[in-house]
């Protein structure tokens, strides 16, 4: 089955604790993005990878990294994460050449 | 910069009813506009893709309709269900680089039996 697949589905850690979400995607797409869901603010994207070893920012990068070492991963990183990082996270990934996205069930990240 | 309105942000319905959705984007330089589905627990499911070029797109009872130069969209549910309670979001795709959709709020939608 084709899917985006993220983990984990919830998460709830501590200021500071590096953490990491993974995704990954199965239907050998080049474009992948993370994107965040506030209330009141919708979808804001965050990153996002053209191809292997190609990424950049979106419109709310700060405090995230990103790395895009196979074509199927695309993990999302909180160095030092702090309560207004808490949010519903959700990977995504296109072919290219279409913009149809598909999209992740998402990942519920709770920074105390 | 691209801003994507959902009106209304809620709406409740009694089963059987036909309803629109509205979506409105400020800047009409898209390359497309795509309608989802939101779930509690189960991500983003697409419902609709229309390309600029086009006016409206079908499938099932679900008709999406775009007028670009405007900058709106509707999406018409017929004869609702229960099974249609979800959050509904729009995103349109600029028509430059793709690298990104941009959202609106959504419209949480409320079919009851």
């Known amino acids: 089955e084709a899917q985006v697949t993220q983990n984990p589905r919830y998460l709830i850690t501590v200021t500071g604790k590096k953490l990491t979400v993974t995704c990954s995607q199965n239907?050998?797409?080049?474009?992948m993005s993370w994107y965040r869901q506030d209330p009141g603010l919708g979808l804001r994207q965050i990153y996002y990878s053209m191809n292997v070893e190609v990424t950049d920012k979106g419109d709310v990068p700060e405090g995230y990294k990103v790395s895009r070492k196979e074509k199927r991963n695309f993990p999302l990183i909180l160095e030092s994460p702090s309560p207004n990082q808490t949010s519903l996270y959700f990977c995504a990934s296109r072919i290219q050449g279409s913009t149809e996205a598909f999209f992740g069930q998402g990942t519920r990240l709770t920074v105390v | 910069k691209q801003e994507v309105t959902q009106i209304p942000a809620a709406l409740s319905v009694p089963e059987g009813e036909n309803l629109v959705l509205n979506c409105s984007f400020t800047?009409?330089?898209?390359?497309?506009l795509q309608w989802f589905r939101q779930d509690p627990g189960k991500g983003l499911t697409s419902l609709l893709l229309i390309q600029s070029s086009q006016r409206e797109q079908t499938s099932g009872r679900l008709n999406a309709s775009l007028d670009k130069s405007s900058g709106r969209s509707t999406l018409y549910i017929a004869a609702s269900q229960p099974g249609d309670s979800a959050t509904y979001l729009c995103a349109v795709c600029g028509d430059t680089g793709f690298q990104k959709l941009v959202f609106g709020t959504g419209t949480r939608l409320l079919v009851s039996p």
């Open positions: 800047d009409s330089a898209i390359y497309n």
């Open positions: 239907m050998n797409h080049e474009y």
